[in-house]
């Protein structure tokens, strides 16, 4: 599956459990922008948020595609704000969301 810039897609995030550093595999809506693929969510308290920022090292899954990456917190508003715009068209994209990035390894 070849990505395209501001795509919106299904993706599972394999993380590893901050505390029981078994993996932890989540289906999320995610967004490929800027060669990054970017997950979002409104809360801070889901697990899979906590560990990708405990533990940068992760795993994306998409299509027939297993590719590894490493996950930090979007610290940019523009950039949050441009990742909501483009993963939702209705009022959920004004909404503040925590965002992460995953930096996919070659």
Not at 12 to 25: D, E, N, Q, V
Not at 48 to 67: F, H, K, M, P, S
Not at 75 to 96: C, F, G, P, T, V
Request: aromatic fraction near 8%; hydrophobic fraction near 35%; proline fraction near 2%.
């Amino acid at each position: 599956m070849i990505l395209r810039d501001g795509q919106v897609f299904k993706a599972t995030l394999i993380t590893k459990g901050r505390k029981t550093s078994k993996p932890h595999a989540v289906e999320l809506r995610a967004v490929y922008y800027n060669k990054t693929v970017f997950f979002s969510r409104r809360k801070p308290d889901s697990d899979w948020l906590r560990n990708a920022i405990a533990t940068q090292d992760v795993t994306v899954e998409y299509g027939n595609e297993r590719r590894a990456g490493k996950a930090s917190l979007v610290m940019n508003e523009d950039l949050a704000r441009k990742i909501s715009h483009l993963k939702y068209s209705d009022k959920r994209s004004e909404e503040s969301r925590v965002v992460i990035q995953v930096k996919l390894c070659e």
